[in-house]
C-alpha cells in the first residue's frame, strides 16, 4: 500500500530541480522580463517544494510506521568489473533528513518573497533557492559515495552562486571565493579518501564500505593507522562543509549572502551535511578509534573557538554564524564520542532554532534598514540597536525563544539534545565534557548578549556619533584585511566617498523607528517557534522515541539503556546552572550594567584581542598561504622568465630569417626549442639507458 | 607476379572510411576549380557530409572479422576505428565553426577544407598504420597539412611566424622520430612490421640492447612533439596563438587524437622488451605536462594561449592511462579523448564566436559578457567547468575513470600529480567564468561593452550555433549518460587483440608502473 | 661491379673527410652563399657513399632531389632574400654556443656508443647491387602499396598548399565594409596593440612564459 510512494521517492530532488530549470531558462531567454511574473514564480517554487515537503511527511510515517528502509538503483555506469549505480535510498536517517531540510526549505522561500521583494535579483534567487533544495535533498537521498560526492559539489556550487548573490558587494565577492577555495581544500581530501577507501574495499556503498573496512582491520591484512588515514581524509570534507576548525573561516564570511541563505545553507540544512555524512558513513568510523578521538576533539574544539570567538561579535549575522559553528562543533563531538542518536538529535533541533533566528536577525536588519540604509556595516551593528522588542514584539518573542533554545534551558529542543550529548561526552571522555559544559555556559552569555543588546534597553540607531565609529572601524578593517599594497590609500577614500554617497541617497527614506517586518516574514518565525519549543520531547531522556527510530546503517537497535534519575539531574542540573550563569552575566552587563564590559575587556586585553580578532586565523591563513602561494609563484614565474629569456637572449642566433614580417622571430626562439628538444632527448636517453 | 591474387589479398575494404575522405576531397577540389568563389555556400556541407559517411563506414567495420589490410601495413581493429572515429568527428566538428572564421579573413573556404581534409586522412591512417613507412608517410601528411593550416592566414604575421616555427621544430622532430625509425629497422635485420620488428628483438636474446633504448627514445622523441607534452611542447603557444582558430581546436583534439593512437600502437607492439623504460619516460612526461601546462597556464592573459597550456595539462593526464597500460587504462584513455573532443571544440566554438564579434581573445575582455551574451557565457562556462572536471559534467567523469584505473593499477604518485594539478586547472577555468558572470555593469570590458548585436543570420553564424549547442549539450550530457560512451570504449580496448595480450604481459611481469612511479617519488 | 678493395678503402676516407669538412662549414661559417654550396658538397658526399655501399638507385635519388631539388631551392630563397644586414652581435652569445655544442658532442658520444655496443642484426643476403629498382617498384605494388599511394594525397596537397602560399591573392570587392589591411589576417588583434607602455611590455613578457 505504501510501494507507490517509494517508488516516486525520486521526484523528491527532481521537483525543485526542474523547477530551477525551467525558470533558469526563462531567465536565459527572457531575461529581464521574468520580472513581471516574479509573484507567480516564486508562488510556483514554493508549490513544489511544498510538494516534496508533503512526501518526505509521508515518507517519515511510513518509516515510522516500520516499513522497511528502501532503495532504487540503477545502472548507470559500467567499465569492466566496475559498476557505478544511481538511484535513492530510503531509510530512517533519510526520512528525517528530508523532513528537515524541506520544511525549513520551504519557510524560508515563503519569508523570501517579503525579504527580498525589492531586489531587482528576486526571480534569480528563486531558482537558485530551488537548485540549492534540489541538491541537498539529492544529496540526503544518495545511496553510495559517488552520488554523494557529487550532491556534495552541487550544494557547495549553490553555495557559492548564493553567498556571491550580491556580487557587487566587494565583500561578498571575496567571501564567496573564500568559501569556495577552502570547500575545496576538504573537498580534495574527501575525494581522495573515497578513492582510497574504494581501492580498499572495491565498494561505494556506505554500509559494505564500513563492514569490509571492519573485516579488512579485524583480519590483520589492514592495518588499522591507514584504514584511520582513510576516514580523516574523508573527514575533511566534512570539517569543510560543516566548518569545523581548521577550515571553519569561511563560514562568518559567508555572511555576506542574503539572509534567508544564512539561515537555509549556513545554519540548517547545508552545513549540517557534513554531520549528515559522518553520520552516514558511521560504519566506516566506529571500529577506529584514532578516526573517532579526531572528530570528537575537532568537535569540541570547534564548539568552544566559535563559542569563544561569539562573544566578541558586534554583527548580529556574524555572531549567529559563529554559533552555529560552535554547534556544529558539539553534533561533531557527539558523533565523535559515538553518540550517534544524539549528533542527529541535536542537528534536528539545530536547524529549527538555528533557522528561525537567522530569520529573526533578518526581521531585525530589514528594520533597521529603514532607519539606517541599505548598509550592512549599520544594519548588522548590535551596538546601533537596543529597544527594538518595542517596534518589533513578534520578531522579538520568537528570537527570545530561540535564544532559550539554544542556551539550553528547559523545555525547549536544544536542551534534550544538548543534554543528551553532553551526557554522552561525560560517559566517553570527562575532558570533552569539561569543554562542552563550559562552552554551554558561554553559548547561553552571547546569546543573551544578542538578544539584550538587540531587543532590550534603549534604541541606538540614530545615534550619529556610533555610525561614524562604525564606518571608522570598517575602514580600518578593509585597510587591514587587504593588507599593505594591495589596496592603496586611494581607493579606501573612494571606497568612504562611494559610502557618503549611498549614505545620502538613503537619507529620503528613513523613518525615525524601524518597524515589524510583513506578515509573509513573521509568519514563518511564529511557525519555527513551534518545533524550537516542542520537538525536543520527542528525545527526552525519559522517553527517547528519537534514537529509537535514528540508529546507524545496519546495526541492530539499541537498547535503551535504563533510565538513571540521579544522573540525568546531576547532568542536567549542571548544564543549566552555567547557562544560568551566562544569562545572569549578560543580564547584569547589558541590562543593569552593572559590570562595565568594556573595563573587563580592557583587563584581559589580549583574550579579548583574541576573541575579537578570531583567534587571528584569518590573518595566519592569509600569511602562511595566500601570501606563500604568491611568494611561491612569483619566485616560479621570476625564474622561469630569468631562465628562459636569459637563454634566449643569450644565445641569439637570430641571424636565420630577416625582414619585417617576422619581427617575432628576432627573439631567436626557435632554435632554442630545437635545442632544448635535442637536449631533452639527450637527457631522456641517457636516463634511460642508465635504469 | 599474380596481381589478381594480390588484390584480393589487400583486404582493400578496411581503408573505405579513408576512401569516402579521398573522395569527398577530390569532390570539394575539382567543384571548387569549376565553379569558382561561390563554391563556399556548399562546400562545408560535402565535407561534413563526407566526414559523417567516413564515420559511418567506421561503425559497420566494427565487427570486421579480419582487420589486417594492405599485406600488414594496416591495421583496422577496434582501437583503431575507435581513434579514427575521433579524429573524423573532431574534423567534422571543426568545419562549422571554421566557415565564418575562414569567410570574414577572406581567404578561400574549399582549400582551407581540402587542406584540413587531409589533416584528417593523414590523422586516420596514423590511427591505424601497423608498419613504420605506413606511419611515417601518414605522420607526415598529418604534419604538413597541419603546417600548412597554421600559416593559412598569410598576410598575418603571427600566422606566418606559427607556421615558420611549427614548420621548423616538426622538422626536427620527425628527423627524430625517422632516426629511432630507422634504428628500429636495423635492429630487427631489415623488417618494417611492427610485430615482425618485435618478434625479430625478441628472437635474439632477452637482454635489449642499447640501441633499443635510443630508438624508443627517439621515437617518443617524435610522438611528443605530435601530442605536446614537456619538454617538446614549447611550439604550443606560439602555433595556438598565431593559427587561426579552428585550426587550433583540430590540432588540440584530432592531431593529438592521432598521436595517442600512435602511441599506443607502436609501443605497445615494437618495443615489449623495453616496456618499463618507454613507461619511465612517459611517467616522465606526464609528470612534467601536467605541472608545466597547468602552472603556467594560470599567468596567461590570452585564451588561445591558456587554452593550448591547459590542453598540454590535459595531455598529461590522457598519459597516466597509456603508462598504466592495463584495460581500463587504455579505455580511459578512449573516453576522456572522446569526453575531451566535445568540451575542448566546444570551448575553441565560444572563443572563435567572441572573436568574430570582438576581434579580441584576451581573458580580461571577457568581463561582463554575460550581460550581452548569456548564451555564448553559457556554452563558455560549460566548457571550461568541464574541461576543469567540475561534476557533474562530462570532463568530470573522464578524469575520475583515468585517475580510477591510475589508482587501481598502483600509480599512486601520478594519480596525487593529477590531483594536484587539476585542483590548479580549476583555478584558471574559474577565473574566466567568474570573469564573465561575476562582473558588475560598470567593470565591462570595452569589447564588451562595445558588443554587437547577437545576429545568428549572418553567412556561416548558423552552422556556428549549431556546433556550440551540440558541443554544450554532449558535454554536459556525456557525463550523466555516460554509459554508452563506457561501453564504447571498453569494447574497443576488449576487442583489440594487441592490447589484450600486452595486458596479460603487464600483469604477468609484476609491477612496472610501481617501480617507475617509486622513481619518480624519490 | 667491386672495386678493389684499396680503392674502396681510399673513397671512404676520402668522402668521409670531405663530408665532415662541408658539415662543419655548413655550420661554422657565417656567410649564408658559402654555406648552402658547402651543403650541396654535404650531399653530394653522401651520395658517393652510397655508392660505395652498392646502392645505385639511392645515390641516383640523392643527387637529384638533394642536390637538384632542395639545395638549388634553398640557394633560390637566399638569392631572392638578398638582403645585406648586419647583424649587432649579441652579448654572452658564447653560452648558447656553448651550450649548442656540449648537446651535440652528447648526443655524437650517446650515437657513438650505441652504434658499438649494439649488436646489429646483419643480413646475410647478398646486396641487391643494379636489381634495386626492380625490388623497390615489386615492394611498391606489393607490400608499400598503401604509403605509397598516400604519398600521391601528400604531394597534391603539397601542390595545392605551395600553391596557396605562392598566389596573389584574388580579393573580393564587395568585403569593402573591411579595411583592407584586415583582410587574410587572424581577427584577434595583435597582442602588442592591447597592452600600453613599459608596464605593459613586461607583463607582455610575463604572458609569454
Not at chain 1, 617 to 643: C, M, N
Not at chain 2, 176 to 187: A, K, P, T
Not at chain 2, 345 to 351: D, K, P
Not at chain 2, 437 to 446: A, I, L, N, R, T
Request: with cysteine; proline share 4%.
Amino acid at each position: 500500500m505504501m510501494e507507490p510512494i517509494y517508488q516516486y521517492a525520486w521526484l523528491i530532488p527532481v521537483l525543485p530541480l526542474l523547477g530551477a530549470a525551467i525558470i533558469g531558462i526563462g531567465l536565459l531567454l527572457f531575461g529581464d522580463k521574468t520580472y513581471q511574473y516574479r509573484k507567480s514564480i516564486s508562488g510556483f517554487l514554493v508549490f513544489l517544494v511544498g510538494a516534496t515537503m508533503v512526501l518526505s511527511f509521508a515518507l517519515l510515517w511510513s518509516q515510522v510506521q516500520g516499513h522497511a528502509p528502501y532503495t532504487a538503483l540503477s545502472e548507470w555506469a559500467t567499465a569492466g568489473d566496475f559498476h557505478l549505480k544511481m538511484g535513492y535510498t530510503v531509510d530512517h536517517l533519510t526520512a528525517m533528513m528530508l523532513v528537515v531540510v524541506t520544511t525549513v526549505a520551504f519557510l524560508v522561500m515563503v519569508y523570501t518573497d517579503g525579504y527580498m521583494s525589492h531586489d531587482p535579483g528576486y526571480v534569480r534567487f528563486y531558482s537558485y533557492l530551488s537548485l540549492f533544495s534540489s541538491s541537498m535533498l539529492g544529496l540526503v537521498v544518495s545511496p553510495n559515495m559517488v552520488q554523494i560526492y557529487i550532491f556534495w559539489e552541487l550544494v557547495g556550487m549553490c553555495s557559492y552562486l548564493l553567498v556571491g548573490f550580491w556580487y557587487e558587494r566587494k565583500a561578498a565577492a571575496a567571501a564567496c571565493q573564500k568559501a569556495f577555495v577552502t570547500n575545496r581544500v576538504g573537498d580534495f581530501g574527501m575525494l581522495l579518501g573515497i578513492l582510497a577507501l574504494y581501492a580498499l574495499t572495491q565498494t561505494f556503498e556506505f554500509g559494505e564500505m564500513g563492514d569490509r573496512l571492519q573485516t579488512l582491520v579485524q583480519s590483520g591484512s589492514l592495518s588499522a593507522a591507514l584504514a584511520s588515514l582513510c576516514a580523516i581524509l574523508i573527514f575533511l570534507g566534512p570539517v569543510a562543509k560543516s566548518a569545523q576548525f581548521p577550515l571553519h573561516v569561511w563560514l562568518p564570511d559567508a555572511m555576506e549572502g542574503p539572509t534567508p541563505i544564512s539561515a537555509l545553507i549556513h545554519a540548517a540544512t547545508m552545513v549540517a551535511a557534513g554531520v549528515f555524512l559522518v553520520a552516514r558513513i558511521f560504519p566506516v568510523f566506529e571500529g577506529l578509534p584514532v578516526a573517532m578521538n579526531v572528530i570528537a576533539w575537532t568537535g569540541a574544539f570547534t564548539a568552544f573557538l566559535g563559542a569563544s570567538i561569539a562573544i566578541t561579535q558586534n554583527d548580529i549575522k556574524k555572531g549567529l554564524a559563529y554559533s552555529t559553528m560552535s554547534q556544529l562543533g558539539y553534533m561533531m563531538m557527539a558523533l565523535g564520542v559515538g553518540s550517534f542518536g544524539g549528533g542527529l538529535f541535536h542537528l534536528m533541533t539545530h536547524a529549527y532554532f538555528k533557522a528561525m533566528l537567522f530569520l529573526g536577525s533578518g526581521s531585525v536588519i530589514h528594520g533597521m534598514e529603514a532607519v539606517v540604509g541599505h548598509d550592512p556595516v549599520l544594519a548588522q551593528d548590535m551596538r546601533l540597536m537596543g529597544g527594538l522588542r518595542k517596534y518589533m514584539p513578534v520578531t522579538a518573542a520568537t528570537f527570545l525563544i530561540g535564544t532559550l533554545a539554544i542556551s539550553g534551558i528547559p523545555p525547549f529542543a536544544g536542551f534534550w539534545s544538548k543534554d543528551e550529548i553532553l551526557g554522552s561526552a561525560f560517559a566517553v571522555n570527562p575532558a570533552l565534557w569539561v569543554i562542552g559544559w563550559l562552552t554551554a555556559g558561554i553559548t547561553a552569555f552571547y546569546m543573551f548578549r544578542m538578544y539584550f543588546s538587540t531587543f532590550e534597553g534603549e534604541f541606538r540607531g540614530n545615534d550619529a556619533e556610533i555610525r561614524q565609529q562604525l564606518k571608522n572601524e570598517n575602514l580600518q578593517k578593509l585597510g587591514l584585511a587587504f593588507g599593505p599594497g594591495a589596496m592603496n590609500s586611494q581607493e579606501l577614500t573612494l571606497e568612504a566617498e562611494h559610502e557618503a554617497e549611498a549614505h545620502d541617497a538613503d537619507h529620503g527614506a528613513h523613518s525615525e523607528f524601524p518597524h515589524e517586518s510583513p506578515l509573509v516574514m513573521i509568519a514563518p518565525l511564529m511557525v519555527l517557534a513551534v518545533p524550537s519549543v516542542l520537538i525536543g520531547l520527542v528525545g527526552t531522556p525519559f522517553a527517547n522515541y528519537f534514537e529509537e527510530f535514528i540508529h546507524p546503517t545496519g546495526e541492530a537497535m539499541p537498547t535503551l539503556a535504563e533510565f538513571d534519575w540521579t544522573e540525568f539531574v546531576l547532568m542536567a542540573g549542571s548544564s543549566v546552572a552555567i547557562a544560568v550563569v551566562g544569562i545572569v552575566l549578560a543580564y547584569l552587563m547589558y541590562i543593569k550594567r552593572k559590570i562595565d564590559p568594556a573595563a573587563i575587556a580592557r583587563k584581559i586585553q589580549p583574550l579579548y584581542q583574541l576573541s575579537l580578532n578570531k583567534w587571528y586565523i584569518d590573518e595566519i591563513y592569509h600569511t602562511v598561504f595566500v601570501q606563500g602561494t604568491l611568494r611561491l609563484a612569483k619566485q616560479v614565474l621570476s625564474a622561469d622568465i630569468k631562465f628562459v629569456d636569459g637563454i634566449v637572449n643569450l644565445t641569439g642566433l637570430a641571424t636565420m630569417v630577416s625582414g619585417e614580417g617576422l619581427k617575432y622571430f628576432e627573439t631567436g626562439r626557435a632554435q632554442f626549442y630545437a635545442l632544448i628538444i635535442f637536449a631533452a632527448v639527450l637527457g631522456i636517453a641517457i636516463t634511460s639507458s642508465v635504469i | 607476379m599474380d596481381f589478381a591474387n594480390l588484390g584480393a589479398q589487400l583486404n582493400a575494404g578496411t581503408i573505405l572510411p579513408e576512401g569516402v575522405v579521398i573522395l569527398t576531397l577530390l569532390v570539394i577540389l575539382v567543384g571548387d576549380l569549376i565553379v569558382g568563389r561561390t563554391s563556399s555556400r556548399w562546400t562545408p556541407y560535402v565535407a561534413i557530409a563526407g566526414l559523417v559517411g567516413s564515420l559511418t563506414a567506421l561503425f559497420y567495420q566494427w565487427d570486421i572479422s579480419d582487420p589486417i589490410g594492405f599485406l600488414g601495413g594496416f591495421n583496422s581493429d577496434a582501437l583503431s576505428i575507435v581513434f579514427r572515429g575521433i579524429i573524423a568527428l573532431s574534423a567534422a566538428v571543426t568545419i562549422p565553426m571554421a566557415i565564418r572564421y575562414i569567410e570574414q579573413s577572406g581567404t578561400s573556404l574549399a582549400e582551407f577544407l581540402v587542406i584540413l581534409l587531409t589533416a584528417t586522412l593523414g590523422g586516420m591512417f596514423l590511427a591505424g598504420a601497423d608498419e613504420l613507412v605506413m606511419i611515417f608517410v601518414s605522420l607526415e601528411t598529418l604534419s604538413i597539412s597541419s603546417y600548412l593550416l597554421t600559416g593559412y592566414m598569410k598576410r598575418d604575421p603571427r600566422s606566418n611566424e606559427a607556421a615558420l616555427k611549427y614548420l621548423l621544430i616538426g622538422a626536427a622532430s620527425s628527423a627524430i622520430f625517422l632516426y629511432g625509425v630507422s634504428l628500429l629497422y636495423g635492429l630487427s635485420g631489415g623488417e618494417t612490421n611492427l610485430n615482425a620488428i618485435a618478434s625479430n628483438i625478441v628472437a635474439q636474446g632477452s637482454e635489449p640492447p642499447i640501441g633499443l633504448v635510443i630508438a624508443l627514445v627517439f621515437v617518443i622523441a617524435g610522438i611528443a612533439f605530435k601530442i605536446a607534452a614537456v619538454p617538446f611542447h614549447q611550439w604550443t603557444p606560439d602555433v595556438y596563438e598565431g593559427s587561426p582558430t579552428p585550426v587550433v581546436a583540430f590540432l588540440s583534439v584530432g592531431s593529438k587524437a592521432a598521436g595517442f593512437a600512435l602511441a599506443i600502437r607502436l609501443l605497445v607492439t615494437a618495443f615489449p622488451l623495453v616496456a618499463d623504460e618507454w613507461r619511465f619516460v612517459f611517467t616522465a612526461l606526464a609528470v612534467l605536462s601536467m605541472v608545466l601546462g597547468n602552472v603556467v597556464a594560470l599567468a596567461q592573459t590570452s585564451m588561445k594561449r591558456m587554452l593550448a597550456y591547459s590542453s598540454i595539462g590535459q595531455a598529461g593526464f590522457v598519459m597516466i592511462g597509456l603508462i598504466v597500460g592495463t584495460d581500463a587504462g587504455y579505455a580511459s584513455m578512449v573516453f576522456y579523448m572522446l569526453v575531451y573532443l566535445f568540451m575542448n571544440l566546444g570551448g575553441f566554438t565560444c572563443v572563435i564566436l567572441f572573436s568574430l564579434r570582438t576581434g579580441t581573445d584576451q581573458i580580461s575582455e571577457y568581463s561582463g559578457l554575460y550581460q550581452k551574451d548569456p548564451l555564448l557565457t553559457l556554452g563558455l562556462s560549460v566548457c571550461l567547468l568541464s574541461l576543469g572536471g567540475i561534476p557533474p559534467l562530462a570532463g568530470f567523469f573522464g578524469k575520475l575513470y583515468l585517475f580510477w584505473a591510475g589508482w587501481q593499477a598502483g600509480a599512486y604518485g601520478l594519480v596525487l600529480v593529477g590531483l594536484v594539478t587539476s585542483v590548479i586547472s580549476i583555478y584558471y577555468y574559474i577565473r574566466v567564468v567568474k570573469m564573465m558572470v561575476v562582473k558588475e555593469p560598470q567593470e565591462m570590458s570595452d569589447a564588451v561593452k562595445n558588443y554587437p548585436e547577437v545576429r545568428w543570420t549572418l553567412p556561416g553564424m548558423r552552422p556556428l550555433q549549431v556546433s556550440l549547442v551540440l558541443a554544450v549539450v554532449a558535454t554536459s550530457l556525456a557525463g550523466i549518460l555516460s554509459n554508452p560512451l563506457f561501453t564504447l570504449a571498453n569494447n574497443s580496448v576488449t576487442n583489440t587483440p594487441l592490447l589484450q595480450s600486452s595486458v596479460a604481459m603487464t600483469q604477468d611481469a609484476g609491477a612496472p608502473v610501481q617501480l617507475a612511479d617509486a622513481e619518480i617519488n624519490q | 661491379m667491386n672495386l678493389a678493395e684499396g680503392v674502396q678503402l681510399v673513397s671512404l676516407l676520402l668522402l668521409s673527410a670531405m663530408m665532415l669538412g662541408a658539415a662543419l662549414g655548413v655550420v661554422l661559417l657565417s656567410n649564408i652563399v658559402y654555406s648552402a654550396f658547402l651543403l650541396g658538397g654535404v650531399f653530394v658526399s653522401i651520395s658517393g657513399l652510397y655508392i660505395l655501399l652498392n646502392a645505385g638507385f639511392v645515390a641516383a635519388a640523392q643527387v637529384l632531389i638533394y642536390v637538384g631539388a632542395v639545395n638549388v631551392l634553398i640557394l633560390f630563397g637566399i638569392m631572392l632574400v638578398n638582403k645585406q644586414r648586419d647583424f649587432t652581435p649579441i652579448p654572452n652569445a658564447w653560452i648558447g654556443k656553448l651550450a649548442t655544442g656540449v648537446v651535440c658532442l652528447g648526443l655524437f658520444a650517446l650515437l657513438g656508443a650505441m652504434v658499438l655496443g649494439t649488436p646489429w642484426a646483419l643480413s646475410t643476403e647478398a646486396a641487391a647491387g643494379d636489381a634495386a629498382i626492380m625490388l623497390i617498384g615489386e615492394h611498391f605494388f606489393s607490400d608499400f602499396l598503401l604509403p605509397f599511394e598516400l604519398a600521391s594525397i601528400l604531394l597534391l596537397m603539397a601542390l595545392v598548399g605551395a600553391i596557396i602560399l605562392a598566389r596573389r591573392e584574388f580579393l573580393p570587392d564587395e568585403d569593402l565594409d573591411q579595411p583592407a589591411d584586415q583582410v587574410l589576417t587572424l581577427p584577434e588583434r595583435p597582442r602588442e596593440l592591447v597592452s600600453a607602455g613599459s608596464t605593459g611590455n613586461t607583463a607582455d613578457e610575463s604572458g609569454d612564459r
